[in-house]
């Protein structure tokens, strides 16, 4: 089907998203942190990128704005999986084309992936913390079509 790069920092995570993800028929490529992320993206050239909000070293909204300013990478859809929203500013947030919170089930995680890479726009989450909705209306923050 599909290559996915997954950068998440917990190690059971990881293997937990990339069997998932697998089993479905994904080709997945483990990256342990942000900065392998990174590195796996560029030499990999991903049809999806997954990662963890909150990593050491590089984060996922670091790593997605990373993505998203390299012309040749920007097209690549990302979804951020975050354990709460704390961290969360949506005028810090990168173009990414779901949040998801944690735990994820793993039918949840598949779809939400599958849906991603069927939709061919690469649209930005939409944050209740911001005031206005984004114009295409496209998703929430559970990366859920409204």
């Known amino acids: 089907m599909a290559r996915v790069v997954i950068a998440e920092d917990d190690p059971d995570l990881l293997e937990s998203y990339s069997r998932i993800l697998a089993?479905?028929?994904h080709d997945v490529v483990q990256c342990p942190d942000g900065?392998?992320?990174?590195?796996?993206?560029?030499?990999?050239?991903?049809?999806?990128l997954l990662a963890d909000v909150v990593m050491p070293g590089m984060t996922g909204l670091e790593l997605a704005s990373a993505?998203?300013?390299?012309?040749?990478?920007?097209?690549i859809p990302i979804i951020l999986v975050t354990g709460g929203w704390a961290e969360m500013d949506a005028a810090e947030l990168p173009k990414v084309?779901?949040?998801?919170?944690?735990?994820?089930?793993?039918?949840?995680?598949?779809?939400?992936?599958?849906?991603?890479?069927?939709d061919g726009r690469r649209y930005h989450v939409w944050l209740p913390s911001q005031r206005t909705q984004?114009?295409?209306?496209?998703t929430a923050v559970t990366g859920q079509e409204r």
């Not at 900065?35 to 999806?48: N, W, Y």
């Not at 793993?106 to 890479?117: R, T």
């Not at 984004?134 to 496209?138: E, F, G, L, T, V």
């Open 97 to 118: 084309a779901r949040l998801l919170r944690k735990p994820v089930a793993p039918q949840d995680l598949v779809g939400q992936v599958e849906s991603v890479l069927a």
């Open 35 to 48: 900065s392998a992320g990174l590195t796996c993206v560029r030499e990999h050239r991903p049809d999806l």
């Open 134 to 138: 984004p114009a295409d209306d496209s």
């Open 23 to 25: 089993r479905a028929g």
């Open 67 to 75: 993505v998203k300013a390299d012309p040749e990478l920007a097209e």
